[in-house]
């Protein structure tokens, strides 16, 4: 494995709405260096790398003059795509992944299969409207985004929690953790790990 073809992957992304631009290694150590603008995203997208051990590197403008979602969106949009990319055929790789992170009074449980077919499961009790200037749905809209364009099965549930900060911390930390085991190439794994032979 110490040989292994490394999994890295860049996006860049520009519309009349947005520039995004996204580094992923799926080997790394957690380092990161994220600026979106939006200061709590940047906050849960560090979270993302470095509990997932994920190189990452997000620059991203948008027009956040509007709001928030177009940014958060296409961030989504380029880190799904990176991982789909990074990943390749996902031979030798685990394919699933899940995690339960605690939060204070909070719990995220999260579960991912690269699967090649996305869909996404989001069962979260967000208390208000808003966390500072964020609203609290875009992390809904963002793990949409990602599952889709890394063609993923993720489904997010938290069963309790009460601070929204710690609710959406959770959730990414959660996320970071459950890639990480997804990808992670195990030398048992000699194939696809399919019955069908792909994914």
Known sequence: MTNAKPRTAAIDRKTRETSIAVSLDLDGAGETAVNTGIGF???????????GLLSLKVQATGDSHVDFHHTVEDVGICL????????GDKRGIR?????SVPMEETLA??????SGRPFVV?????ATHKIG????????EFCRALANNA????H?????GGNDHHVAEAIFKSLGQALRAAVTRDARVTDVPSTKGTL
């Open 80 to 87: 799904g795509q990176a991982i789909a990319k990074a990943v």
């Open 133 to 140: 200037q964020f609203d609290v749905e875009l992390v809904e």
């Open 122 to 126: 989001f069962n979260v009790p967000f």
């Open 41 to 51: 995203f940047d906050h849960m997208l560090d979270h993302l790398g470095r509990h």
């Open 151 to 154: 063609a993923l099965n993720l």
């Open 109 to 114: 449980n999260v579960a991912v299969d690269l």
């Open 95 to 99: 394919r699933y992944g899940w995690a």
């Open 156 to 160: 997010i549930n938290v069963p309790y």
